[in-house]
Nanobody
Framework: QVQLLESGGGLVQAGGSLRLSCAAS????????MGWFRQAPGKEREFVAG????????HYADSVKGRFTISRDNAKNTGYLQMNMLKPEDTAVYYC????????????????WGQGTQVTVSS
C-alpha cells in the first residue's frame, strides 16, 4: 500500500498562487497514477487534475484549465499541484489520491487517499 500526505495549503488572496505537495511513502509512487480532488463545504468531492505514472498524460477539470498544473517527481516520490490565478470558488479541502496505471476523473476509482489540505482564497 501507499500512504499519501498533502501539504502546502493555506490562505491566499484572489489572484495569488499556492503549490500543493503530495508525499508518498510505503511504495514507489511510480507504480501509480495520481489525482487531485477537492471538496468544498456542502458539495461533493470533485476532480481537479490527474497524471499518469510517467507524467506525460495529464487531465484537468475545465474549471482549472490554464490556471493549475499537475506534475510529479518520481525520484522524490512526490506529486504537485501548482495553482495560479486562484479564485474564491477554488476554496476547498484538496486531496491527493493514487490508483494503478492510469488516472481517472472518478473519486471511487482511487484506492489511496491523503488526509487533505485546506485552501482558502479570499476575495
Amino acid at each position: 500500500q501507499v500512504q499519501l500526505l498533502e501539504s502546502g495549503g493555506g490562505l491566499v488572496q484572489a489572484g495569488g498562487s499556492l503549490r500543493l505537495s503530495c508525499a508518498a511513502s510505503g511504495r514507489a509512487l511510480n507504480d501509480y497514477a495520481m489525482g487531485w480532488f477537492r471538496q468544498a463545504p456542502g458539495k461533493e468531492r470533485e476532480f481537479v487534475a490527474g497524471i499518469n505514472w510517467s507524467g506525460y498524460n495529464l487531465h484537468y477539470a475545465d474549471s482549472v484549465k490554464g490556471r493549475f498544473t499537475i506534475s510529479r517527481d518520481n525520484a522524490k516520490n512526490t506529486g504537485y499541484l501548482q495553482m495560479n490565478m486562484l479564485k474564491p470558488e477554488d476554496t476547498a479541502v484538496y486531496y491527493c489520491a493514487a490508483r494503478s496505471i492510469v488516472p481517472s476523473t472518478e473519486a471511487y476509482a482511487y484506492n489511496f487517499w491523503g488526509q487533505g489540505t485546506q485552501v482558502t482564497v479570499s476575495s
